[in-house]
Each structure stands twice: as structure tokens, then as C-alpha cells.
């Protein structure tokens, strides 16, 4: 299992140089030549129009009917520069939790020891769905994301007896959120996210000689994150952004495990978590974002 998630690491990171290597690239094929300097004002402070080899002064005066001309719109910030384009990329790594068999994988915990009259012990795993999309910025301030996640793992393996009879297991789900810019300067922005996620999963487990075991899950999640958005203009790369961030969820799920000889055992659990829980490394697993804009 770690082994995948190395893996998928490695494919992000390579998928996402790809990317920023090419705008650099395209950047510098298509620059376009500074412009060529204005011509020197007149004597007295009057500018000059040439017009069939003579030159007459205006004094800063505009033409008849002409519009006034406006300066063009300036921002003193990267995120200025991707209002009104999307960024693609990863928006962070969900898990998703799926009703199982005591013992087989992926990781079955076991929340009970057994069912009544001693049944099958069941328990839950987490299934990875990495959240892959979209976001949006309509104006300096607010933004859209949009993102799908899936994880489909088919497990095999063999021994000197035979096979070895290994589970199928995946997840689905679907992101949602509205990023709030509340302060940008430089490289950097200070974002504020409101989000849920849904997710549904399912596991199965083929065993010879026995009647097949099922198990599926359902999550939902409602909250906030806070963290800052860097994108690299610092090294010319000005669409590649990084976000990290910290927040508050409201969240509910369910598990169902069917063992196949007959009833289901089903666990649910509501609650409301910090995006950081037990280990100091779980802030990579869904608050780290990475994003190229076009």
C-alpha cells in the first residue's frame, strides 16, 4: 500500500513539473519585444503630433469624439495574474472508509470483535481517492473548485499452494468548494475555503470453497480550511501554485459488511475533526494542494 501511494506521489510531482517546465518554456518562446521608446516632448512641455512631415503641437489635448484612454489594469501580486483562468492539479487526498473482513486488506481494522453467536469479526479500511480538478477564479476575491476523486485497487498473489485469495476494493467521490482570497501580496495569498466532499466505496473478497464477502461505505463532509496559496513567480514560474492548509470539518459515515453466509453488520459514526488528527504527517494527506493555471 505504501508502495502505490509512493507511486501516485512520484506521478503527481513528475505530472506537475511537466507542466510548469512547458509555461516557462511558452513564456519565453512567445515574449513578445519591449516596446520602442517615446519621442521626446516638445519645447515647453507641449507633445508633438507628426502628421504629413509637420509637426503640431496638442498640449495633452484629445481629438474630437475620441474616448479617454484608461491605464491599463495592474495587480502587485502572482494571484492577480490568474484571475479569470483555471488551475488544474491535485486538491488534496481523501480517504474514504469501507465495511471489511477482520484481517483482509486493505488494513481492515476491527471496531468489533465479533457478531452475535460469534459471527465473522468485521471492521473498516480506508480507501485513497486523490481529488484531481479544477479551480476558478472569477475575481480577485472568490473563486470555484471543483474535483473528482477514484481509487481502484484490484489485489492478487499466489503461494506454493495456490492462489492467494486477495480482496477488490474502490472509492468515488466528488469535491466542492469556494476559495476566498482575503489578502494577496507578491507570491503570496491568504485563502479561506469553505468545502464538503461525498464519497461512496466498496470491497469484496472472493474465497474458494466459501460464499463471497462484501462490504461498501458512505461519507460526507462539511467545513472550512484556512492556508496560504504561493505560486512560483519568485523562479519565473508565476501559474505554479502550492497551497497548504489547516481547517475544521463536520463529517458523517456508515459502513456495511456482508460476510455472504446471511445479515450484514453495519457501523456509522458522526463527528466533528480538525483536518490534523493523530500523526503530524496527516497535514500531506488532504490539506496539500498543487495547482497549474493556464
Known sequence: MKLRFMEYGAGVLAFTTAFALAG??????TAAPPPPPPNPPAAGGDVGVQTGGETHANAGMTLPGAAPARPAATGDSDHDGVIGTFGIGLLGTTFFPVGCANGGEPGC????????????????????APIIGA?????????IDAGIGLGIFSLGGSAPGGNVNRPNYNAFALHGGVPLALASSGHFAFEVIPEMNIGFSNW?????????QSGSGFHFDVGARAGAEIQFGFIGIP???????????????????DPGAGGAYKLSQTGISTTVQGNPWDIFRASIAALYYF
Do not use: C
Open 24 to 29: 516557462a518554456a511558452h513564456a519565453q518562446d
Open 109 to 128: 481494522t476491527s471496531p468489533i470483535a465479533g457478531g452475535p453467536g460469534g459471527g465473522v469479526p468485521i471492521g473498516t479500511a480506508p480507501v485513497p
Open 239 to 257: 501559474k505554479l501554485a502550492l497551497q497548504g492548509t489547516v481547517g475544521l470539518s463536520f463529517f458523517t459515515e456508515s459502513t456495511k459488511f
Open 204 to 212: 469484496s473478497l472472493d474465497v474458494t470453497g466459501a460464499p463471497s
Open 135 to 143: 479551480r476558478y477564479w472569477i475575481n480577485e476575491m472568490i473563486g
